[in-house]
């Protein structure tokens, strides 16, 4: 059964830095793309970033292009995205995701993990 | 930037009804994909391919269309299909997702 457990959330002033991990079982993790999604509260879905099954590559909208960084270490089938410069607007919950990479659709999602950025 | 364009909003089935959601793309896309997401809930992937059911969702579902429009139909809507729906294209970067339609039992 693939599980997706993410952790690391919490309160973070703006401007400071925040490190969430997901853990990934169930499945080959090395063999797969991952990626991060998030959701502002009451509103909808938007992707975060992808990193390919090497860590060699990586993609991230403009919105976060700079601020966030994505990467795994595919020994420990972890999945990590450190985010500097958190602003208000990055106030979500973020979700751990296998992304399949080629029609790029989500297949599996983690629960989710609350990051609040408020002074 | 592929903007997804969701209708309706909002919208309210009664049990046995067929429910048809749909999805614009500004640009045309390769594939659309669904998702479903139940309140306080994680999404699921719920359609992927355009058409494609993914693992345990009911065949009373089905996806259609291509290049800018798609859509999400439900046969015969039951009282466990009240949930919010995403549009998802990955065809591009920035992979992007439509605001929702959230489906409600009358």
């Known amino acids: 059964e693939v599980q997706l457990v993410e952790s690391g959330g919490g309160l973070v002033q703006p401007g400071r830095s925040l490190k969430l991990s997901c853990a990934a079982s169930g499945f080959t993790f090395s063999n797969y793309y991952m990626a991060w999604v998030r959701q502002a509260p009451k509103k909808g879905l938007e992707w975060v970033a992808t990193?390919?099954?090497?860590?060699?590559?990586?993609y991230y909208p403009d919105s976060v292009k700079g601020r966030f960084t994505i990467s795994r270490d595919n020994a420990k089938s972890s999945l990590y995205l450190q985010m500097n410069s958190l602003k208000s607007e990055d106030t979500a919950t973020y979700y751990c995701a296998r992304h399949r990479v080629g029609a790029g659709y989500f297949d599996y999602w983690g629960q989710g993990v609350m990051v609040t950025v408020s002074s | 930037e592929i903007v997804l364009t969701q209708s309706p909003t909002t919208m309210a089935a009664s049990p046995g009804e067929k429910v048809t959601l749909t999805c614009r793309a500004s640009?045309?896309?390769?594939?659309m994909h669904w998702y479903q997401q139940r309140s306080g809930t994680s999404p699921k992937l719920w359609i992927y391919e355009t058409s494609k059911l993914a693992s345990g969702v009911p065949n009373r579902f089905s996806g259609s269309g291509s290049g800018t429009s798609y859509s999400l139909t439900i046969n015969s809507m039951e009282t466990e299909d009240a949930a919010t729906y995403y549009c998802q294209q990955g065809s591009s970067y920035p992979h992007t997702f439509g605001a929702g339609t959230k489906l409600e039992l009358k």
């Open positions: 640009s045309s896309v390769s594939y």
């Open positions: 990193i390919s099954t090497s860590g060699s590559r990586t």
